[in-house]
């Protein structure tokens, strides 16, 4: 025990997770579904003019492009996982499951099926309201109890709109072809194909999201002792279950909308953060954002890679390589208590 | 002591009331369709038995025994089979989480149904081979994904919330390998196949139904050797252990009943989502118990596919698939019966 827990974080794993991060973005870059030449990349990033145009555009444009989404939804889906799995005291939630991303889904649905939208962009604002919308419901129901915010509840009711809301978009997708062929896209989560515009909409929602986590992460902690012991010592908890609750659907509205929905990634990045840095929200925070950052760029490269000359989604990599590691975690934990 | 003999009293009012209600029910979706025959008739149709020879109404025998029984107890099967998968989880695991689609079992039988549904193409035609061939591959893809489930969860014993994980793991591959197969496939193709994801009672046949059901009543025998242990386990799994409880054991043939419940069940009419959650916890609120009371949850479970059923069948032109209603209808039921029925100190 040479180093405190500080120390241990901010020398040890913060830089880890950071050279991780990097490595995860230069793969990015210099792999994908168009085999070119890695000196031809480097001479790109470098500004070298003697590249051709093509590359520049494959390298710089969409690769580059795809690269930053990774980045944000990779941070947003990390954070609202640990933020849920604390928030339901529950080591199974997932932000789906507390029909955020049905509500994504289904608003999607709704707006193909009555308007028929051009382009992305109508599509990410109806997912990020409908997720709104449906966070919104459970928390209501959630919090009308006498009960206020039982982790126990909160759960049976998101379950309950999760399986409501994807009953609705089933309906849609079976009554309307059309629905069900733009549908069925959208609902392999991936990076590919977004528009330029996606991007520039979510970032706000991120950070706003971030920094709301961020805010409440020390109440948490006192909340994890216990509401009772969280309130003596002044903690306004429906504020801050609250917060949390708001933080979750931003965070996974606004990545939901513009990625589809991306599973596991949620799920399984608290896990492997707590196994990493402890309990603590303070570190738990950046090190869900950062891990959810290069496991989404990681997913995303391999499934360019193994998919030649097409691509796999990456929620199915990330799905496929990601199960085993999550089973690992779950098979060498001691206890499974969040 | 005298809340248990209440709540005991309860359930059996309940479950006698909700047996009331699935005859009704029974009689209501078998006589509705696109012919409609009388409520009065079904019930002669039925006490006549399959053989049609001297009954007054051919048409109306014809109609309720070849095409509506199978549909109608397809959905029966559905409702009671996923309750008890269900029941049977969320009892051991003490999570009101656990259900047949955490078991990776549905999802399983999903992906292995869309693969022949969709990577198959020339299977797409309805033959009787494809009729066939559907309902074994999920089965067998069911239990394939239960048993690597079992397998990966097994450490030193098992523990309800690492299967659940595990469960829900495989369950989120299965379902990538399911999407990634629909947009892969001609629309088409994609479109029979989310209907059978979504769960419908359609493709039932007499042939399946004969040997779905028999699976699902012997699960359901099975469990009436191991309900004291059950009681015990509701307790906590050190209070049963030290009540002499063979934990592993009861686990272990729990978990097989609700695999090869859930496996006969979803090979027939699809991986109905919300009835191995729901169904269980409507009958434990009602029941104001920390464990859901078999008995009832299967009541309850059949109820509410016989309804979602019948009402799917209302909505004209569209065979819409049973899996919506359930969907639709059971998380309102849920929402309200959290805000009705809320147990003190649960």
Redesign the interface.
Known sequence: MALTNHRRFFLGWLPLLFVLVLLGVLASLFFGSNPIALSQVWQTLTGDSAVPDSVKSIVLDERGRRTLLGLVVGAALGISGVMAQTQTR???ADPGLLGVSAGAACAVALTIYTIRPEGQMPLMWAGLIGAALASLVVFS?AS????VGDP??L???G???H??????T??L???D?GT??QM??W??GSLAGREDDALHALLPFVAVGIVLALLIAPAINALAMGSDYASSVGIPVSAVRFVGIAAITILTGAATAACGPI??LG?ATPHIARKMVGTDMRKLIPTCALLGMALLLVADTAGRVAGRPGE??A??T???FG?PL??MV??NRRS?AV | MAVTRAATKRIWIFSILGLAILVWLFILDVSTGDVNVAPANVFAALLHGPDPAGFFDPLGHLTVWEFRLPVTLAALLAGVGLALAGALMQTITRNPFASPDTLGVSQGAAAAAVLLLVGIPTWFDSSPLTDAAVPVAAFIGGLLSAVLVYVLAWRRGMEGVRLILVGIAISVVMQAITVYLLITGSVEAATRAQVWITGSVYDASWELLAIAFPLVILGAVACIFLTRHYRAIALGDDTAHSLGVPLAVVNTATVLIAVIVTAATVSVVGPLVFVGFAAPQIARLIAVRPAPPLVLSMVCGAVFVLAAAYLTRTIPQQQLPVGIATAVIGGPILVWLLFRLQPKGL
């Open positions: 529950n080591a199974l129901v009308s109890r006498a009960t126990l509840t759960i049976l009711a379950q309950g709109m399986m409501s809301l994807l009953g609705v089933a309906a997708v079976l009554l072809r069900f062929t069925r896209f609902q392999a599973a596991f799920l796999l989604e929620s199915l990330l799905a496929i199960a999550f089973i779950v098979r499974l």
